[in-house]
Each structure stands twice: as C-alpha cells, then as structure tokens.
C-alpha cells in the first residue's frame, strides 16, 4: 500500500508540473480578448467611458446592444412577455461594481405589454476603483456574463462572455473614451408608467421563405400508427449505421458467448437489453419534453452539442475497451451467492449495453426515423414519450427475434478461443469510436481541447489499472476507499487544469467566428441564415441548404461520399447553385426553428429551392446518392 502512495504522489506532481502551465494560457489568452458578439439578431460589445483606470477614482464600463432592424431585446422589467436582460461584471482586480444602470425603455403594445429596447442601448455599472490595486502587465481586465432574448417574428437566446483590457495611468491624467456619450441617459428607475411611448414592436412585415412551404406528403398528414412504424423501422435501420456498430457487434459477441446456456437465460438478458434501450430512449424523449416546456429549442442527438458530454463519452468508451482487451476487470466481492450475483451481473451488463447502443444511435437519423421524430417532437408529451419507446424497441428487435427463437441458434457458432480475440478486436474497435468524439470535440473546441481530452482519458485509463489492480477483492475496505478517492483526483485534475478552460475559451472562439465549413471541400459553402436564402433566391439561383453537425456520422458520409463527387461538384459549378451550410454542432435556434417548419427535427436534412418556385422545396433523403442529388438538381433547373 505503501508503494501505492509513494506512485500516486509522484503521478500527482507530474500532472501539477506539466498540466498547470497550459492551464494558465487557457484561463487568460492574451490574444482572445472578446470585447464583442455578433449574430444575425444584434451586436454586443463590452465599452468604458475612459481610455485608463485611475487608482482611487470611479469610471463607468457597459454593455451596449445594437439591434438588427426588426429585432428588440427587454428591459429587466420585461413586461407581460419576455425575458429580463442580465449582465454581471467581475473583474481579478480589487475593483467593485454598482448596481446595473439602465437607459429609459420603450414600450410595445400587441396583444402583451412588453418594455424593451430596439436600435441601440446601452446597460452600465458605476466602477469604484481602490487606491491601490495590482494588476498584471499594468492592465485591468473587465469581464462581462451577458444573456439576453432577441425577439422579432420569433424570439432566441442568447449569452456571451465579454471582455475589455485597460490600462492603470496616474491620476490626472483621465482621458475620455470616444464612446463616452453612450452613457449619458442611464439611470432609469422610475415607474413604467412614466414610458408615453406606445407601439408595437416593429417586425419584418415581409413573409420569410419558410413561412409559406408545400411540403410534400409526410408524417404531418399520416396517423399515429403510421408514425410508429416509422418509429419503429427507423429504431430497426439505426442497428446497421455506423454510430452503434461497435456496440452492436459487443452484442453479437454476448449472444455467441450465451449460446450454449439455456433459453431462459438467453431470454432475459435479451429482454435486459431491451430494457436498456427503451428506457434510455424514453429518458431523452422526457429531456426533450421537459425542455420543450422550458422553452428551449432541441432535437434527435441534442446532447452531442455539449463537449462535456463528448468528452464523458470519450471516457466510458476508453474504458470499455480497455476492459476488452484485457488490461483490467471491474471486480466485485460476491461472497457466498457467486451464481446469483453473476447473473444479476449479466442483466446489468446487457441493460448497459443496450443504453451505450442507444446513447451511441443519436447522432445519426435513419431513413423513415427523421419524420418520426419530426412528427413526435410537434405532439404532446405522450406521443412524443411513445415514438421515442417504439425507436428504442425498433433498435432491440434483431436480439428479441434471436433471443425468442431457439431455432436461430444453430447459426450463432459456437463458443470457443476465438471470442477472446474477437473481443479485442471490437476494443479496437471502440477506440476508433473515441477517435471519431475526439474528431467531433477538436472540430466544436480547438486542438487544445483535444489534447486536454487525451490528458484526461489516460488518466481514466491509469485510474482503472489503479482500481482494478490495488482495489481488489481481497483489499480492504480503507483501502478500497483510497484507491478510489486517489483515482478520482487523478481524473479530476486534467479535467480542471485542461478540459475545463479550453471548453470555455475556444467554445466562445468558435461561437464568435464560427466553425471552419470550407474546410477540405471544393464547392464554396456559406453560412446558414434566412436573409442568405432570401437573397440567393432573389437572385434567381438554385439553394441548396445541407443541415449537418460536426458529430453526425451520417452527415460526413454524405459529405465525403456524395457532396465532394466529382459529378455533384461539377453540376453545382455548372448550375451555380448557392451551397449553403446550416451548422447545428452548437444549439442553434434559429436552425432548430427552420428544421421544425420542414417537421424534422434532426440532422441531416436536404433541401434544394427552385427559385421559381420557392414555396415547393425538393427534400432529399437523409441518405444521399450522387444520383438523387443530381435528379433533384435537374428537377430544379428544368
């Protein structure tokens, strides 16, 4: 034991001395200071109303909002609609923050009273500095937490953290900024009565493209049990797809590993993993109930727009393999009821598998799934919980077929040496799958992420071996304790050190300049917004919209697949048809809200506008062949 501690404390010290350097660089990058924000709804950006900070003297930072036209944002007083504006300062300096100032609101008068801001504000605090203050470099830093609602024909969140570097000068030699007017006005408080200004809020009065779609027969005029065929086919493909294949043939390798046991058993540990499915399912279909009631914007494979959960993801996976190829075995104490325990056991693990498969399955949408789950999310709260159990029995069906058919069996070989080998096979093959959520999180948060994520799964990886190989059966129970304790610090720390800081910083780079969609391909994607799509078709061009993420594995199949053949390259340059790319890695409402008025309400998703003809878009499957694509683009060009 002694041993063990003396190994520990020396891992300890090598991940302060290596891993606390980067660290810092990630907590304050000198070159990615963001003093501003920009989306297709407004511009905020983070002003003072001088040059420098006088040590013992007050100055005044805001946050100023520029609206694009037709949009507005609230008041922290909303009204009877609406969403209060929040800003919170703080600052590593000694420097304390008054209470936020704001400028007189306007008010809107629709069918709801709201009191807000359109054009231009500005939301400030009183800044006292003290008489002596230390800041690095000679520099004060100011940060910003700001969150807000933009509202126009339809309302979207938004946050930004912000930050402005100002310089300490001697006193007396307070110079005003250039935008110092901006803060003239603020002090607001009186009653909203005294706001004469009555009006309704200002909105495009011109209908958006989307808002006048014929869309071809769907799941929108099919009954329920259409949708849960649907469903269920959709749940059925999801077992061929290149997301669940590493967990399917974990699987498979049960069903060879339990042939020879009796049909009960076999029986029951189908049925588990049945369980596990259908259960996970119906727990994403209740987050997305819940969050629908919260007034959040999501769809099928909404937690792979969290890094945390790719990176939590990366780790279950690191270890499952592992296990596969023998480095470790979770060991339990089973005492005296060994075969009771071992099949409860055995239940367990096919339960967890079912829920990996399932969790693994989300990122992908099957043919006949992206309707069913399009329709289900546009219902209540039950039929959406039914369509998402029915996807999960749909993706269990293949083992409840073996499982319920004895006479199947004679296919499934029989067991033997070869299953070891086949196990680490498939750990090989689970570590292709970490590769890929590394792709996906390097692509959402930068290198530095990466390799703070690689920090963080060989340390899982060494807090396994610790466990398995000082925590055993025999071990004590203080020394279980400690071994678990130990290893959970060992993961902890470059989880905090690494992963933490280059989510945050390099999350709000790529939400700022936006994610690199030119990358590797030959046709000149833009951007996904409406006004782009407008435009492109007043412009008399044929639109094609490709809505991807950066996690979906089926997109990039389409991508590499289809979308970068030679033919499709050469009938988009010829045609020149508008490539626009709406990137759903991150929560994007505005995105989420185009998706739900084609009833789909996951990626990917295909359009094509005839810009004749705009109101009749072509919907391509979510499996591309060059020959669909190239139909449709004929079908839009004749």
């Known amino acids: ?64 909002f520029k609206m694009k036209p037709h949009w507005h944002v609230y008041y922290k007083e909303p009204g ?9 300062f703080g600052s590593q300096s000694d420097l304390r923050f008054g209470q936020l100032l704001w400028k007189k609101p306007v008010r809107f008068d629709d069918q709801d009273v709201s009191y807000g801001y359109v054009d231009e504000t500005l939301m400030a605090s009183v800044v006292t500095s003290p008489s002596a203050l230390e800041a690095s470099s000679g520099m004060v830093r100011i940060k910003a937490s700001v969150s807000w609602l933009a509202c126009n024909t339809m309302c979207i969140p938004g946050e930004t953290e912000l930050e402005i570097a100002l310089p300490l000068a001697a006193q007396g030699s307070v110079k005003l900024a250039q935008n110092a007017e901006l803060f003239k006005g603020l002090g607001f408080n009186g009653d909203l009565s005294e ?25 929108s005029s099919q009954t329920i ?14 077992n061929v797809m290149p997301c669940v294949l590493p967990v399917v043939s ?82 339990v104490s089973t005492g005296g009821k060994l075969d009771e325990l071992s099949r409860k056991s055995g ?10 498969a399932t969790i693994l399955s989300t990122p992908c949408t099957a043919p006949y799934l992206g309707s069913a789950i399009g329709f289900a999310f546009a219902q209540s709260w039950w039929i959406t919980l039914s369509v998402f159990a029915v996807i999960g029995l749909g993706l269990a069906a293949p083992y409840l077929v073996l499982g319920f058919n004895p006479a199947w069996k004679r296919f499934i070989p029989k067991p033997g040496v070869w299953m070891e080998y086949f196990k680490q096979g498939m750990g090989f093959l689970l570590l292709g799958s970490v590769i890929w959520l590394l792709f996906v999180l390097g692509r959402m948060i930068g290198s530095d992420g990466v390799v703070g994520t690689m920090g963080l799964l060989l340390a899982v990886s060494f807090g396994a071996w610790l466990v398995n190989t000082f925590a055993h059966v025999e071990a004590s129970r203080n020394q279980k304790l400690m071994v678990w304790a130990i290893a959970a610090v060992l993961v902890a720390l470059p989880g905090w050190l690494l992963v933490a800081p280059a989510i945050s910083v390099q999350k709000q780079l790529t939400e700022v300049s936006g994610l690199n969609n030119n990358s590797g391909s030959r046709i000149a994607w833009q951007d996904f917004s409406q006004e782009t799509v407008e435009r492109q078709i007043k412009d008399n061009r044929i639109v094609f919209i490709d809505f991807t993420a950066q996690w979906c594995q089926t997109c990039k199949l389409n991508e590499f697949g289809v979308l970068s053949h030679e033919r499709v390259v050469s009938e988009f340059s010829r045609l020149n048809v508008a490539a626009i790319k709406a990137d759903w890695t991150f929560n994007n409402p505005a995105i989420t809200e185009v998706l739900k008025k084609f009833g789909r309400s996951g990626v990917p998703f295909y359009v094509i506008f005839d810009p004749r003809h705009p109101e009749n878009p072509i919907l391509l499957s979510e499996l591309l062949t060059v020959n669909d694509v190239l139909l449709a683009l004929k079908k839009a060009s004749d």
Not at 196 to 218: A, H, M, R, Y
Not at 225 to 238: D, M, P, R, S, T
Not at 284 to 301: C, N
Request: net charge neutral; charged share 10%.
């Open 1 to 64: 034991m002694h041993h063990l501690i003396r190994l520990v404390l020396a891992c300890l010290v090598a991940i302060f001395v290596t891993q606390a350097a980067p660290a810092k660089d990630l907590n304050t990058p000198k070159s990615l200071v963001f003093n501003s924000f920009t989306n297709d709804q407004l511009t905020v950006d983070i002003v003072a109303d001088q040059t420098s900070v006088i040590l013992g003297e007050n100055f005044q930072v805001g946050v100023r």
């Open 80 to 88: 009877d609609v609406g969403m209060p504006t929040k800003i919170q």
């Open 250 to 331: 974990i699987k498979l390798m049960q069903f060879v590993k339990e042939s020879g046991e009796d049909r009960s058993k076999l029986v029951a540990l189908t049925l588990a993993y049945t369980a596990g499915t259908i259960s996970t399912c119906v727990l994403l279909g209740l987050a997305v109930v819940i969050a629908q009631y919260a007034g959040a914007s999501v769809g099928w494979g909404f937690q792979f727009q969290q890094p945390w959960f790719l990176v939590g993801m990366a780790c279950l996976l690191t270890v499952m393999a592992l296990s596969m190829l023998g480095m470790f075995y979770m060991q």
């Open 225 to 238: 049990w259409q949708v849960l065929l649907f469903a269920f086919i959709g749940g059925l493909i999801l």
């Open 347 to 356: 239940l367990a693990g096919s339960f967890f598998t079912g829920v990996v």
């Open 195 to 219: 706001i004469d200004s009555v009006g309704k809020p200002e909105i495009s009065s011109k209908p958006s493209v989307f808002d006048n779609l014929t869309l071809p027969q769907g799941a």
